[in-house]
């Protein structure tokens, strides 16, 4: 999941960090961001990982939700909020 979300950066879905937003009526997705994953995050080696950046705005609400998408050891992909700005 980490390479096909670097690979599809600039669809119009952004499904996977978005559904994780909290809802809040009226709010849309003003941005996402595909970015290299800062060192402090990621694992010796590891080039697969990815930080996602979700900008929502709204009437009641701005704000910046902050994903890691990372390979477990199982292989599989997890995605982690690491912040809120």
Known sequence: ??????????????????????SVPGATIKALRVLDT???????NDETSRMLEVEINSASLNATYVYICKTESSRDAVLDLIGIR
């Open 1 to 22: 999941m980490c390479i096909a979300t670097s690979s599809d950066a600039n669809a119009t879905s952004p499904a996977p960090p978005a559904s994780r937003v909290r």
């Open 38 to 44: 800062p060192r402090t995050f990621r694992a010796p």
